[in-house]
């Protein structure tokens, strides 16, 4: 029998961004927060003298733990699913204070107009019949405009160091910080793609670039480059992450409590309110009731797809016959497909790239969203081209040229002469969702506390494989204009397909947003159509996934959601918008 707490106002489950954005903002109204966070305590000291690749980079220790809580994987439906016991290069997740938003990258990016409105400005440039019968794109209920103000908050909290994107859309202000140093290998690539007619920039980055105190009053470090970046909490409190801001803002306003090992199982709720939620202590297996006025999911795209399933709230998303919400529109931007596009070596030119951060690199969006002409590609959507300088970390990066034997005194030898020679291109492809790639609960493996694993149901289509080829040739044009003396582009099989290391951590969906309950499971302010005092924050919400990172975008929404919820709170309840009848035809 669980034991019941003390009412709060509110409960947040998860202290990543989303859930430390909603937890700073509503104990700074005023309303008593407890934020559960199944994982463990810690603060930036913890993070002191752990440059240490082998653990971090390779065994993964920051990352969720795949023994206890993990998720299954299949490409179609009929075929069993399989546990996915090991992290591919990027981790699916990480728990702890501050969650995956400790150990992310940092790159920082807006996304397009295109993106929010994609399905009516797809259908007006090239007609409703391009659009695949399986590919159920629809716009998000929310304008690029209507979005605005949250991107510049968000920017703000987390002082984005940045330079303005010359093909970007409309910005209130510039990032509150300069751009980060400029490396040869950036400077490299800036004047290769200016010299190709494309509009380089320099990469945004939550990876401050010198000392800045947000409005919140947080102060950020400013950025060593000490490369340890990606994968690890930063010892030096320079990389914006919910622990040195929105979490610490909460901390401050005397209204918010952090529970650690807290893991919670249920969202309760008496069909038509949540009543509060049911957590269980990973330590001592005890259980808790913890009642609140209105709880906020924020357990990354994977913990909010799990929660609303095993918590029976909306009707589960069936790939037959196209009814249900909750595990609909899944997407990633998946690992081995259009990523790491070209390996460019140099004969005549050293780089010093085991300096770096996070997000030092440069951009090209000249062919993001509908910057590039879709009349002629067999594909839709677009990508971006970037270099980045995170540090080429001695283990994970032993690059030779293809061809190369994997062993004896060729591959040493060449090991040696390229450590310093070589640089990377590669690009983020949008994702589209499809009708056949969808969450749900699998009905074999359970976790831990016996709960069923989320069961993730995908694969490539086409569209996917032809953008991974466009992005290869692109990245070979720049790395040639570069004076790359040895190119290599990992080819694109016609029939390359997804499988569980594809997933990684850029993974969205199942509880998407839209303005029609038929076709969306929450509403442009992440309130539940169904269930009016619960807001689905995060990834999962977006409907389908833009061609850059999504973090800002997911604070953006954090900040909007924050937003409806005090309006919820000092209203009279009920929803925030009203549903419309979607355009979406499926
Ligand atoms: C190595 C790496 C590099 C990355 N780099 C970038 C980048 O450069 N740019 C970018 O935009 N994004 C990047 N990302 C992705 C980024 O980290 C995520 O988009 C972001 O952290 C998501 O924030 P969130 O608040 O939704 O989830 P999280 O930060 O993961 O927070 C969710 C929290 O919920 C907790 N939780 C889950 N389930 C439960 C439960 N049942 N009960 C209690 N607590 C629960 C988890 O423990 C976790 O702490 C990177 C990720 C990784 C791993
Ligand atoms: S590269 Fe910069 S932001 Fe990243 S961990 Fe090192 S000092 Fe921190």
Redesign the pocket.
């Known amino acids: 029998m669980a034991e019941k707490l003390d009412k709060v106002d509110v409960v947040v ?8 954005i909603a937890a700073a903002e509503l104990s700074k109204a005023g309303y008593k927060v407890v934020c ?4 463990k305590e810690r603060s930036t000291k913890d993070f002191v003298g752990s440059k240490d690749e082998l653990r971090y980079t390779k065994r993964h220790e920051l ?2 733990d795949l023994t206890k809580q993990t998720m299954t994987f299949r490409n179609n439906v009929g075929e069993d699913a399989i546990p996915m016991r090991k992290h591919n290069g ?20 807006r996304w397009l107009p295109f993106d929010f409105e994609i399905r009516s400005k797809i259908i007006e440039k090239y007609g409703e019949e391009r659009i695949p019968k399986d590919m159920i794109v629809q716009d998000w209920g929310v304008t690029y405009d209507d979005m605005e103000p949250y991107y510049d908050k968000w920017e703000k909290t987390a002082g984005i160091s940045g330079e303005v994107n010359p093909l970007g859309p409309p910005r209130s202000d510039e990032y509150p910080n300069p751009p980060m140093k400029e490396s040869p290998a950036i400077r490299l690539f800036a004047d290769a793609t200016k010299k190709l007619g494309y509009h380089p920039f320099r990469m945004p980055a ?1 990876t401050v670039s010198q000392q800045y105190v947000n409005p919140d009053g947080e102060t950020i470090n400013a950025c060593v480059f000490c490369a340890f970046c ?2 690890y909490g930063c010892d030096f409190a320079a990389k914006a992450d ?1 622990i040195v801001t929105v979490l610490k803002t909460a901390q401050k306003t005397g209204n918010f409590e952090i529970r650690n090992n ?4 249920r969202i309760l709720h008496d069909g038509k309110k949540a009543t509060g939620v049911l ?1 269980v202590d990973p330590l001592t297996l005890e259980e808790f009731e913890q009642p609140a006025d209105l709880v906020v999911s ?6 909010n797809n ?2 609303m399933m095993l918590s029976g709230i909306g009707e589960q998303y069936n790939p037959e016959t196209g009814k249900g919400v909750i595990g609909k529109n899944f997407t990633s931007h998946y690992t081995g497909i259009g990523g790491n596009a070209a390996t460019a070596y140099f004969e005549d030119k050293k780089f010093n790239t085991f300096a770096g951060a ?2 030092l690199g440069c951009v090209i969006d000249d062919f993001n969203g509908d910057h590039i002409d879709n009349t002629d590609t067999d594909f839709l959507h677009g990508f971006n081209i970037s270099i980045f300088q995170d540090g080429a970390a001695a283990i994970a990066n032993n690059r030779v040229p293809q061809g190369t034997p994997y062993w004896g005194k060729e591959f040493k030898e060449k090991s040696v002469h390229y450590a310093h020679r070589y640089l990377n291109i590669g690009g983020m492809q949008g994702t589209m969702p499809y009708t056949h790639n969808y969450l749900d609960l699998d009905p074999t493996y359970k976790d831990v506390y016996g709960d069923p694993l989320l069961r993730i149901t995908a694969k490539f289509t086409d569209q996917e494989r032809n953008m991974a080829k466009m992005i290869a040739e692109k990245c070979a044009e720049i790395a040639e204009e570069m004076g790359a003396d040895i190119i290599d582009t990992p080819p694109v099989a016609d029939d390359v397909e997804m499988t569980s290391s594809s997933v ?3 993974a969205a969906g199942g509880v998407i947003m839209g303005v029609d309950p038929e076709t969306s499971a929450v509403n442009t302010y992440s309130q539940v159509w169904g269930m009016e005092n619960v807001f689905v ?3 999962s919400s977006f409907p389908h996934f833009g061609n ?5 975008t ?1 604070g953006a929404f ?1 900040y909007r959601a924050a937003e409806g919820m005090i309006k919820y709170l000092k209203g009279d309840g009920g929803l925030l918008v009203e549903s419309k009848t979607s355009k979406e035809t499926v």
Request: glycine share 20%; charged share 10%.
């Open positions: 489950v998860g202290s990543g961004w989303a859930g430390g559960l966070e199944r994982g990352a969720q990027y981790p699916i997740y990480d728990e702890g204070t501050g969650g995956t938003s400790v150990h992310w990258s940092g790159w920082s990016y939550a990606s994968m919910p807290a893991h919670v199982k957590y924020a357990a990354f795209f994977s913990g799990r929660l996070g997000a990684n951590t850029h924050v995060g990834g850059s990172n999504p973090t800002e997911i954090a």
